[in-house]
């Protein structure tokens, strides 16, 4: 439990679709925290497997949401409507956390009163086996939006925000089937510093054929966050500078991928617009 008296409600969020095969270790790893000031929100969406039957053994502990089958983005966005903390942590239904997860986050939201959001390390799990993750994987604290460019250093698993965050950067966009997640956090840490706690408090695990940050042709949703990002009035002149040579790469490096696979009008669309850009920016 914190050191501090200050114990504010936690609105734990688990999104998920046809993962009742891994749902049970994630709900099990929410109810074992030694911080127990929190209401568990499951937002089910449209699974067809045995996802109802095994929230409802949970009925005293879960708040058990279903909607039709909207997306992960949607699914975050109910939870988040309809939660009552004044802190948000979510979990991934395939990922799980260790005791401590919640008790530490509130410790240092006490300790750090300005602090918006914070993120713990994190255990990978691919296949059964422990992997470490690659250098370019490594998280950093702080204003961390210039390396957060290339890829997602943020874990939703990890987090923990203050609810009002979401006013100020909205919510997850729901156009979005995947990179949601990359999406957010380029809202949030071109304003915001993301806080690190270094300790492995959640474990994140791969290697399953339904993980989403494992499909293919995933820049284009990354170029689509890039090209709003940049119409914003967030970014410093860095910061522009930044995300303007990230999406130029991006642009090329996914219209490779289209010419290698025989998608030349697509190619030569993201071609195009890195020439563009390049125009622009001279």
């Not at 997860?101 to 410790?107: D, G, I």
């Not at 890829?151 to 006013?167: D, T, Y």
């Amino acid at each position: 439990m914190p050191k501090n008296l200050n114990t504010p409600l936690v609105s734990v969020i688990i999104p998920t679709y046809n993962r009742a095969w891994a749902l049970k270790k994630a709900i099990d790893s929410v109810l074992e925290q030694n911080y127990k000031n929190f209401e568990l929100i499951v937002v089910d969406d449209g699974s067809t497997d045995d996802t109802e039957a095994l929230v409802t053994e949970y009925a005293k502990s879960v708040k058990f949401v279903q909607q039709p089958n909207l997306g992960v983005s949607a699914a975050r966005n109910k939870g988040i409507s309809i939660s009552s903390g004044a802190l948000i942590s979510f979990l991934d239904s395939d990922d799980y956390w260790e005791p401590e997860k919640l008790s530490a986050q509130v410790e240092f939201f006490n300790t750090n009163p300005d602090t918006l959001i914070c993120q713990t390390e994190e255990i990978w799990i691919r296949n059964g086996k422990k992997v470490n993750p690659k250098k370019k994987h490594k998280k950093l604290s702080g204003m961390i939006f210039i390396p957060s460019l290339a890829l997602c250093l943020i874990s939703p698993s990890a987090v923990m925000m203050r609810k009002n965050l979401f006013a100020k950067v909205d919510m997850f966009d729901e156009s979005l089937p995947a990179c949601e997640d990359y999406d957010l956090w380029l809202r949030v840490t071109c304003r915001f510093p993301v806080h690190l706690i270094e300790t492995p408090l959640i474990v994140k695990t791969g290697g399953h054929d339904d993980q989403l940050s494992a499909a293919t042709g995933l820049d284009k949703y990354r170029i689509y966050s890039l090209k709003k990002i940049l119409k914003s009035d967030f970014l410093t002149d860095s910061q522009k500078q930044a995300a303007e040579n990230m999406l130029k790469k991006k642009c090329r490096l996914y219209a490779d991928g289209c010419m290698k696979h025989g998608r030349k009008t697509v190619a030569t669309y993201y071609y195009r617009l890195a020439e563009e850009i390049e125009n622009t920016g001279k």
